[in-house]
């Protein structure tokens, strides 16, 4: 299971670290793409969580998953980490997440999260205690 929120710099070559724990998760390689909740982030899935997402995304009718495919697979990209544990995020992923210098990784139980920062600050003030109460009502737990 991914969890927890971190903090890393991306180098001037487009490569951030991934927590140890993470890559224990994801195995040797593993998928990176644009994230597909309606923000703007990215999202790392390893090759059995990516395997179960297309096979998902094949149950949608005909035209629902072509335009998700185009948007997905279109922006997917097999990466490995290298050596120091970073990955090389391409940069028209980096382009589209609006990642520069530093990211936010967030694990999402079946797969990691990476935004911009300021993007995630914003994001992240929207979820107050009242919201996640309300969410979690209609789980009676």
């Not at 224990?24 to 994230?35: A, D, S, Y």
């Not at 035209?63 to 490995?80: D, I, Q, W």
């Not at 009242?130 to 209609?138: K, L, P, Q, R, V």
Request: one cysteine or more.
């Amino acid at each position: 299971m991914l969890y927890g929120g971190y903090e890393h710099t991306i180098d001037k070559k487009g490569r951030v670290f991934i927590p140890s724990k993470h890559r224990e998760e994801l195995g040797g390689e593993f998928m990176i793409c644009k994230g597909i909740s309606g923000q703007v982030n990215l999202c790392v899935y390893s090759m059995e969580q990516w395997n179960k997402l297309v096979e998902s995304i094949s149950t949608l009718p005909k035209t629902k998953s072509s335009a998700v495919r185009r948007f997905l697979y279109n922006g997917a990209f097999n990466v490995e980490c290298d050596a120091q544990g970073r990955i090389l995020i391409p940069p028209t992923l980096r382009e589209y997440a609006k990642l520069e210098t530093e990211a936010h990784i967030i694990g999402m139980d079946t797969n990691l999260e990476i935004w911009n920062p300021a993007i995630w600050a914003e994001e992240n003030q929207k979820l107050t205690p009242e919201s996640i109460a309300s969410i979690m009502e209609e789980l009676n737990f």
